[in-house]
């Protein structure tokens, strides 16, 4: 197996469909690795990743320096707060630093739409985009990609509602520009607020304002977590009306297809936009996406940094 014709992950628009399946493909790999009871391979010994986070993570933070882990790879963690970027150094200066002691691999997550982009110009490592602002979040619709496959056994022509704040998700645009190239009907649907005009064109999905249409027959609902932190009261006066309108219950879900399956990237706003019964309930694979983020980003890592033909899936120490 060949690694990526790119040295950095940086949208899902740079992805082919190959590229894609060689992901999930990978992913499967390292999937059964991580169910073992001595889960590390040695596939990247001597290589160093480092988790650079200027924005709050739980999932894929964790899930990447799980990853670099058990795949052998030394794994650093930065932390921004206390790092000398809470003194004013910037962007450039943080990652010359970095470079400077020679990573493999610089895994990024910034609130600035195309700092992954910009940092990828001024490295000679790999860059990954671990979420740039309202851009692209392309290891999560890898991770969801490799869920949904595992759940429906294709990726093709399945029928995906995402359901929230498109406005502000990276987890949107990135899913949508995946899904359509496996030929999947995405509709997205949200308040007018949070369903930017021109979406349906830009991405070639669908898009509506009522949830009964865009329920009805689905494969996938896959809800979106309400960004307070990007919304300002105009664009969403009450949580409880929202919850009313566009909150996923029981009686919503009973709209989709009777094997339909729900997913959320997470963090849950349980009570506004998936309801406890939902999120715990039998249809729900949120946590079958946590798992799957740690096989997907160990593939992505083996792919950018690994050097073998195929994943050295030999546990460590053995001949
Ligand atoms: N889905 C996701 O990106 O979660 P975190 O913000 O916890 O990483």
Redesign the pocket.
Known sequence: MRGFRSPHLLDIASLGRQDILQVLDAAEVFFEVSRRPVRKVPTLRGKTVINLFY????????SFEIAAKRLSADAVNMSVSTSSVSKGESLYDTCKTLEAMHPDLVII?HQASGAPHYVASKLRCGVVN??DGMHA?PT?ALLDAFTIRRAKGTLEGLSIAIVGDIAHSR?ARSNAVLLRSFGCDVRVVGPRTLVPPRFAEAFDVRAFDRLEPALEGADVVMCLRIQRERLSAALLPSLREYSRTFGIGAAQLALAKPDAIVMH???MNRGVEISAEVADGPRSVVLDQVEAGVAVRMAVLYLLAGEAERPGVEAEGAA
């Open positions: 924005e709050a993570s739980t999932r894929t933070r964790t997550r671990a979420g979040h999560q987890v990237p997470g963090p």
